[in-house]
């Protein structure tokens, strides 16, 4: 089984539509978790950290269930430059390494 | 502030010849390092991640191989590339703050190596 499982997508979606992604992750000693934004052909960026009472930044908001284990991204108002693949990843501490998700394309279209 | 240097950016490179792809990191100390690789549509392979100078942690047996001669050093070699060798090479690193808060990743800009 994958440390975490995204839905690889492609969400195609209107500009100013609401989109919503999630993933999963099975180990429940996970204790960071993040959503990376990587456009094509360039290297993931650092989105935003995802915090237990859940966090927003301007358009998107992030949640993490922890009784669940899994962890979520929403985005309001959706622009054409939003189109990425979005990276759901989690850090285990005493492993020293985080694990990735494949990614979820989303595709805003005009 | 803390910035990450990777190069080649792009490598056309023969099988069977050797490879090495350099990361260094400025502005920052005893930072975890580690490479990844994405093939083409694909998610992100951890190959090797380093917690000190010497300390390397292999992930994936392969044909590849990594070395941290220096604290913000860190180089990922190969004496022989097979084609599979072939994809996106990214370089990134990790600070665990004294309340063990993890950041996140920070990416190089990668290395798209193709063997041909």
């Known amino acids: 089984r994958k440390e975490v499982e995204q839905d690889p997508g492609p969400f195609n979606v209107p500009e100013g539509a609401t989109v919503a992604f999630n993933c999963t992750y099975s180990n429940s000693a996970s204790q960071s978790f993040f959503w990376y934004r990587q456009d094509c052909r360039k290297e993931p960026k650092l989105l935003m950290s995802?915090?237990?009472s859940g966090n927003e930044d301007g358009r998107f908001t992030a949640q993490l269930n922890r009784a669940s284990q899994y962890i979520s991204l929403l985005i309001r108002d959706s622009k054409l430059s939003d189109s990425a693949t979005y990276l759901c990843v989690v850090n285990i501490y005493n492993f020293n390494k985080f694990y990735f998700g494949s990614g979820t394309k989303l595709n805003v279209k005009p | 502030s803390q910035t990450i240097h990777q190069w080649p950016a792009t490598l056309v490179q023969p099988v069977g010849s050797p490879l090495s792809l350099e990361c260094t990191v400025e502005g920052t100390s005893n930072p975890n390092l580690y490479w990844y690789r994405q093939a083409a549509g694909r998610g992100l392979q951890l190959l090797f991640y380093?917690?000190?100078?010497?300390?390397i942690s292999s992930e994936v047996p392969q044909n590849l191989s990594a070395s941290r001669p220096q604290d913000r050093q860190f180089i990922l070699s190969s004496k022989k590339l097979l084609l599979s060798d072939s994809g996106f090479y990214l370089c990134?690193?990790?600070?665990?703050?004294?309340?063990?808060?993890?950041?996140?990743?920070?990416f190089g800009s990668g290395t798209r190596l193709t063997v041909v």
């Open positions: 380093s917690v000190g100078i010497g300390q």
């Open positions: 995802v915090y237990s």
């Open positions: 990134a690193w990790s600070v665990i703050s004294p309340l063990r808060e993890e950041r996140g990743y920070t």
